[in-house]
């Protein structure tokens, strides 16, 4: 059992984090607005590298109604959130959320000062694509904020578990069939990102890469792929 005071960046709250879990990733919960790890870490560093975010356009893709997500849409007037329903139109909303391929948005250039996504990219067949439209999107200066696992036994290179092919069909490639949670039901995995990830994104979108990891026990902030990925469009 795991028992620490602190404090939620999420919620700005002073809590008591527990969990009778190990996999703190996803059963260190905030008491108060039941963020998970990986959203507090993202809201430490916004605050930090951001302090003015409530000012600034922001969109979020696949969000959660809870801790960074409800943090963003509350505080920032010009924050929009996006999903993709492939059956719909690009750029239409369904009820709150924008219909947006992150691999082909309709979004102009230079739309937005920040960007956020949460164990999204893992989840993408082309991942090279998403970054150069977020790249697109983002104007001089903008950051994106994004998480995803991180395999610390990948120190060589980042593995593609699936592939789409050009009908439709996903083919699977050496390793079994993964899934993750998402606000929608489950997501297949289609990457395992090693450590070069921040010399790839890089190479495929002229960002400015930095990958921060935590072992915070104030913030609640512990145990397995607490890493931040942020990357700054230079301006």
């Not at 960074?68 to 009820?95: C, H, M, T």
């Not at 899934?179 to 994104?201: C, E, K, M, N, W």
């Not at 915070?216 to 607490?226: K, N, S, W």
Request: glycine residues 6%; contains cysteine; proline residues 6%.
């Amino acid at each position: 059992m795991y028992i620490h005071a602190g404090f939620c960046p999420c919620c700005e709250q002073d809590v008591t984090f527990e969990s009778s879990e190990d996999w703190y990733r996803d059963h260190l919960l905030c008491p108060n607005c039941q963020s998970l790890v990986r959203e507090r870490a993202v809201a430490l560093i916004l605050n930090e590298l951001v302090p003015n975010w409530r000012t600034k356009r922001i969109h979020e893709s696949s969000p959660a109604d809870r801790g960074i997500s409800r943090k963003l849409r509350l505080g920032a007037p010009r924050y929009i959130a996006s999903y993709f329903f492939p059956d719909r139109q690009p750029g239409e909303f369904v009820g709150h959320l924008r219909n947006e391929d992150l691999e082909r948005q309709t979004f102009y250039d230079e739309t937005f000062d920040l960007v956020v996504t949460l164990d999204v990219m893992e989840h993408l067949f082309h991942p090279a694509k998403a970054y150069m439209e977020i790249y697109r999107t983002l104007c001089a200066g903008g950051f994106y904020i994004h998480t995803f696992p991180i395999r610390k036994w990948l120190v060589d290179g980042s593995t593609p578990r699936a592939e789409q092919k050009s009908d439709g069909t996903v083919e699977f490639l050496v390793l079994p069939p993964e899934y993750h949670g998402s606000p929608t039901g489950t997501s297949l995995v289609t990457f395992d990102y090693g450590y070069d990830i921040a010399r790839q994104i890089a190479g495929w979108a002229p960002f400015d890469v930095r990958v921060i990891r935590f072992w915070d026990q104030r913030h609640g902030i512990i145990g397995e792929y607490t890493e931040v990925i942020v990357c700054r469009k230079q301006g």
